[in-house]
């Protein structure tokens, strides 16, 4: 398992095509196997492959909670494509070898054949996902919003919160739950296309709603 080099371009793209129906490297919640991935792409892919882009982006917004997401974190050779192997790094680890091959050896024509291998195995995969149906990635999002004190219109809130609109973006139930005091939250659901609305997108926009509310959460994130 793996994909490929993810310093290179071509394993930026087999990420790319894996996460073309996927929201996670693994699993429906953002986990230890993301922040490894995520550590080993280091940099923010490219636009056009826009399926890694908001994998990035998305991920990068868990930043600061990375250490307490759920799942054990494993060698990147243990994620992604079953026929794909993972040399991401593999380079660096053998320049001390290379600088004290004083003879010459047969290491690099086994590194030429490797990557001729790796890129036809590339190539296999892009033409079976190729093949496949495009799927549009949703996601079924509740959150919970909540307003400065007991005074704040709810209504009003509501009203606020649900003007935001946005292609890929589709508003559900709400209902009001207490959280003591007197204070309710705004609890609202809604469906998202995963590549054109992201968590922090929604959060920018409803807390833009300074009057009304103090913050937002994301309560549950499931994969449609």
């Not at 693994?26 to 882009?53: K, N």
């Not at 243990?78 to 192997?85: C, K, L, N, Q, S």
């Not at 004083?102 to 079976?128: C, H, M, N, V």
């Not at 705004?186 to 992201?198: A, P």
Request: overall charge negative; glycine content about 8%.
């Amino acid at each position: 398992m793996g994909f490929g080099d993810l310093k290179s371009p071509a394993g930026l793209q087999l990420l790319n095509s894996f996460l073309a129906d996927k929201s996670y490297i693994e699993g429906y919640v953002p986990s230890q196997a993301d922040v490894a991935v995520f550590e080993a792409v280091g940099v923010s892919p490219p636009a056009e492959l826009f399926h890694a882009l908001r994998w990035y982006n998305h991920i990068k917004s868990y930043e600061k909670q990375k250490g307490s997401l759920p799942g054990v974190k494993k060698p990147l050779g243990r994620y992604g494509p079953a026929d794909v192997e993972d040399t991401t790094g593999a380079a660096g680890d053998n320049k001390d070898d290379d600088d004290i091959d004083l003879f010459g050896s047969d290491e690099e024509e086994e590194s030429e054949e490797a990557k001729r291998l790796r890129e036809e195995r590339l190539a296999q995969y892009e033409s079976k996902k190729s093949k496949k149906p495009a799927l549009i990635a949703k996601s079924s999002l509740l959150l919970d919003v909540k307003p400065w004190d007991d005074e704040t219109d709810m209504a009003k809130l509501e009203e606020c919160v649900r003007s935001i609109q946005a292609d890929g973006l589709v508003w559900g139930s709400s209902k009001l739950v207490p959280v003591g005091y007197g204070i309710k939250k705004l609890q609202i659901q809604c469906v998202v296309e995963d590549d054109k609305v992201g968590t922090d997108m929604l959060e920018e926009r409803i807390t833009a709603f300074e009057d009304y509310v103090q913050s937002m959460d994301v309560a549950a994130f499931n994969k449609i």
